[in-house]
């Protein structure tokens, strides 16, 4: 049971509505993830904006392979269900892409490339390499993208962290980091 209360839409706080329905009206749901950090305002709409401008970043594939690494490092059951879901699901890919993905890797060379680099700032805390920043630009990513893999990354953290915390209860098929990837 989560350590946090969440909030069905009619007890969310109201300033936290309009964005609820709008996740409600994409995704035909609003997972307990959002609907808990909708019991601060400020919060939800800050994740809400910076998902909606991230995700027009890199393309579907590699947002999902960062997100499956990063809840791989930090241990969060929550993401790495969601993140497994979305991956099969939303970006189609293979259940062995997921393994290496929760590995920090990918079967995509351009792609491996960008979750290696995603997982090492997260391992490292940011403290990455001139060497990885130039294998990032040999393999094709401008400096935008290179920011942009950062922020995925970062954005992913902070999911990982909320949802640590609060012990969010799970609303995808459960996936555990303590399963070997």
Do not use: W
Not at 52 to 72: F, H, M, N, S, Y
Request: proline share 4%.
């Amino acid at each position: 049971m989560s350590r946090l209360p969440i909030p069905d839409l009619d007890s969310a706080p109201e300033a936290s509505r309009p964005i609820l329905n709008a996740v409600h009206k994409q995704l035909g749901t609003v997972p307990n993830m959002f609907r808990l950090v909708a019991t601060s305002p400020a919060a939800l709409e800050g994740f809400a904006g910076n998902n909606g401008a991230l995700a027009k970043t890199l393309d579907v594939k590699t947002r999902e392979r960062i997100a499956l690494a990063v809840a791989q490092i930090n241990g969060c059951d929550y993401c790495l269900s969601a993140h497994t879901y979305l991956g099969l699901n939303l970006a189609k890919l293979t259940p062995e892409e997921i393994d290496r993905n929760r590995r920090g890797q990918s079967g995509d060379a351009k792609a491996d490339v960008a979750v290696r680099f995603a997982a090492k700032v997260v391992r490292e805390r940011g403290q990455v390499s001139d060497i990885d920043i130039a294998g990032l630009r040999e393999a094709g990513y401008s400096d935008g993208q290179i920011v942009e893999i950062v922020a995925v990354a970062a954005e992913n953290v902070f999911t990982n962290l909320i949802n640590i915390v609060a012990q969010t209860d799970i609303d995808f098929p459960v996936v555990s980091a303590a399963e070997a990837a």
